[in-house]
């Protein structure tokens, strides 16, 4: 099947299914992105935009936009459980010299930016309406929604995540995603003063956090702690609780959390996809291909490189199903390499280990996301 006229859609409205569907309208291509969500996603919480991000999010055309908004950074502190600092670990200039190496992001204005910069290049957003199947016909897909509409296709991406009852459906085969033991907490709070940058401090056995800068007077908090069993306890009197096996510099933190503070909850999911990532006229991108620890910010990431392969590929389309072969070469070993280490990152949360090294991890990392994929 020759693609001249492509169109796409894309279901889900995650930071994967945006930045694709960015990705393909900066092209020219006709696309529609669904979402059941009637209003969008803006939880309480920051997104690191890694140096590897922020190249990706600059292919895609909106890293100015993205540093407008957020809080530029160079380098992480990591401090001990007496709040001491240990080391800092680097951040490359992936991006070039135009734009800061990393920086931090409230969730919700990254997805506004990313759904803005979409919907100017010509994508179609359909809200409050759910995906119930996708089905072939003939060389084309047909996506059925809930309300009735029935949309025509001749790529789908599906952007559900890991989850899913679609991805269960589409690939019956694959292995569910395992939970890795973990729970991460993640909250808004004032930013301190003296926090230019982001900070990983240690706290007791299975305890992390991470406070980020992503305003000039809002920071991002993210604690992780070893999964129990669900309770009545509230969220945020789960995360007032979990601040405080933490050094004074975080601790601090728990005061800013009153009853009404939004506070988010995720479990740590981990998989690559096995098999072929596409099956027919899907492709799975995002969470539903690769579930990533948020460990280094590269859940995230990953889903926007994604998304800048993508944008490569559809410059000048070739038949689809070159496509989606030419797609998991430049993805599939690519994402495996940073799962597993992601993975050790979560593993060493769980189980400390004295020789554990977050700085040499940091680099292998580095060295595997130095060149665009």
Excluded: K
Excluded at 97 to 121: D, Q
């Amino acid at each position: 099947m020759t693609l001249q006229r492509l169109r796409i859609c894309v279901v889900g409205a995650g930071i994967a299914g945006l930045a694709c569907a960015l990705a393909a309208a900066r092209q020219g291509l006709a696309v529609q992105l669904v979402d059941e969500a009637a209003v969008p996603r803006n939880l309480p919480a920051s997104i690191d935009v890694v140096p590897g991000m922020l190249r990706d999010l600059a292919a895609l055309g909106v890293a100015d936009d993205c540093v407008r908004v957020g809080f530029a950074y160079h380098g992480i502190d990591v401090l001990d459980r007496q709040g001491r600092r240990l080391f800092e670990l680097p951040t490359a200039r992936l991006a070039g010299p135009r734009w800061p190496a990393a920086l931090g992001i409230a969730h919700g204005e990254l997805h506004a930016l990313l759904e803005r910069a979409a919907r100017r290049c010509g994508a179609e957003l359909l809200r409050g309406d759910r995906v119930e199947t996708i089905e072939a016909n003939g060389g084309r897909a047909r996506v059925a929604l809930a309300g009735g509409l029935r949309l025509e296709a001749d790529i789908v991406l599906l952007a559900t995540g890991a989850r899913s009852p679609l991805r269960a459906t589409l690939f019956p085969a694959a292995r569910p995603v395992e939970p890795l033991g973990q729970v991460w907490h993640y909250a808004l709070v004032q930013r301190p003063q003296r926090l230019d940058r982001p900070l990983i401090a240690m706290g007791g056995p299975g305890h992390r956090a991470m406070l980020l800068p992503v305003q000039h007077g809002t920071a991002g908090i993210a604690v992780t702690e070893p999964a129990s069993a669900p309770g009545s306890e509230p969220p945020v009197a789960q995360l007032r609780r979990a601040l405080q096996v933490f050094a004074p510099a975080v601790s601090v933190l728990a005061a800013q959390l009153r009853d009404d503070t939004p506070v988010a909850t995720r479990p740590v999911l981990s998989g690559v996809l096995d098999g072929p990532w596409h099956r027919g006229p899907v492709l799975a991108v995002g969470d539903g291909a690769h579930a990533l620890p948020p460990h280094f910010g590269q859940a995230a990431a990953q889903s926007v490189e994604d998304a800048r392969v993508l944008a490569d590929l559809l410059a000048a389309p070739p038949d689809r199903d070159t496509l989606f072969r030419a797609f998991e070469q430049r993805r599939s070993a690519r994402a495996r390499q940073v799962h597993e280490i992601a993975s050790t990152a979560a593993r060493w949360d769980l189980q400390p280990d004295g020789a554990a090294d977050l700085g040499q991890l940091m680099q292998r990392l580095m060295h595997t996301v130095a060149q665009p994929a």
